[in-house]
């Protein structure tokens, strides 16, 4: 049980690596109590020789997910904050995506995000104070080909937390969803394991443009704009602290200008500008 009530909990999804692992060090730095999670043994042990109390939670399972919240509350009475984090992106062009490919890219980032946070929001409510952020993306509001798995995901994210907003309203909830662009992680190695777990390449229509996806996945080098995870820390600090925590943060400069291009570009154009950003 937490001993001082001024320190705060926060359960984080998905501390393995990149944006959730510099999420966790960077909010225990500050002060908070971070209960660090991943979904596989070998990540919570290297997480608990960092000194983080930490939680197997897999999204995908459902028996995990219920596993890790009944002992998470073996430890603590109270979550602050829960910070719906962990996902992968499935690469492929949507006509070589099965149904099986879809469902679990959405058991990852979707379905698990959901179960999750119903799990966690009693808990808030009797206490009428908690906020929930939610890692999304850029390509929560803007596609680009050969990512659509991934993107319809985030979309959906996107759809559920603006509800749940709305029917938190009275409540001293509060919900932020995050929207990085780029960002430094293992997320395209990732997004490249799914790729060969899915996708027949050699099969495809579409094996021109993969060469190109593959060579992208695995360069060295990042994609422009790229920023550190310390970009994400500063707004999931501000949706942790303030007051008034904003509904939408947007993170590095291709977040920015796709959100405003695409409240005044008509659909048409705006693809045009996507193919441009995709090639
Ligand atoms: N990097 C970017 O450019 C970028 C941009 C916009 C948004 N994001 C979002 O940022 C968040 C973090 O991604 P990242 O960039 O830090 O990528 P990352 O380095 O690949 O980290 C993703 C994390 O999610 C975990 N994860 C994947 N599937 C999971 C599951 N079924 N259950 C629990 N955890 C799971 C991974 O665990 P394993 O190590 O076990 O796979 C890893 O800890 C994601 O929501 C992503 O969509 C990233």
Redesign the pocket.
């Known amino acids: 049980m937490d001993s001082a009530a001024e320190v705060k909990s926060i359960l984080i999804?998905?501390?393995?690596?990149?944006?959730?692992?510099?999420l966790a060090r960077g909010l225990r730095d500050k002060g908070y109590r971070v209960f660090a999670?991943?979904?596989?043994e070998t990540?919570v042990k290297k997480l608990e020789a960092e000194g983080f109390e930490s939680l197997l939670?897999?999204?995908?399972?459902s028996d995990?997910i219920n596993s890790a919240v009944s002992a998470l509350f073996q430890k603590t009475d109270h979550l602050y904050a829960l910070i719906?984090?962990?996902?992968?992106?499935q690469a492929g062009a949507l006509e070589d995506i099965s149904r099986t490919a879809m469902e679990e890219q959405f058991?990852?980032?979707f379905f698990?995000w959901h179960e999750l946070t119903n799990l966690i929001l009693p808990s808030m409510k009797s206490r009428n104070s908690g906020r929930v952020i939610y890692?999304?993306?850029?390509?929560?509001f803007v596609a680009l080909p050969f990512r659509g798995p991934?993107i319809a995901s985030?979309f959906a994210i996107e759809g559920l937390v603006d509800t749940l907003r709305l029917e938190l309203r009275h409540t001293n909830i509060k919900l932020s969803l995050?929207?990085?662009?780029?960002?430094?992680?293992?997320?395209?190695?990732?997004?490249y394991l799914s790729f060969q777990k899915h996708v027949d390449f050699e099969g495809s229509d579409y094996r021109q443009d993969y060469k190109k996806m593959i060579k992208r996945l695995n360069s060295p080098n990042n994609?422009q704009f790229?920023l550190g995870?310390e970009a994400?820390l500063r707004p999931v600090l501000h949706a942790l602290e303030s007051k008034s925590p904003k509904a939408r943060y947007r993170?590095?400069f291709p977040t920015k200008l796709f959100a405003i291009l695409g409240r005044i570009l008509p659909s048409t154009w705006m693809d045009k500008v996507l193919s441009k950003a995709a090639d």
């Open positions: 999804t998905g501390c393995s690596t990149g944006i959730g692992a510099h999670s991943a979904r596989q990540d939670l897999d999204l995908s399972s995990s719906n984090n962990g996902a992968y992106g058991q990852a980032n698990g890692i999304s993306s850029v390509l929560g991934y985030k995050v929207q990085p662009g780029p960002i430094e992680s293992d997320f395209r190695q990732n997004a994609a790229t995870p994400v993170v590095t």
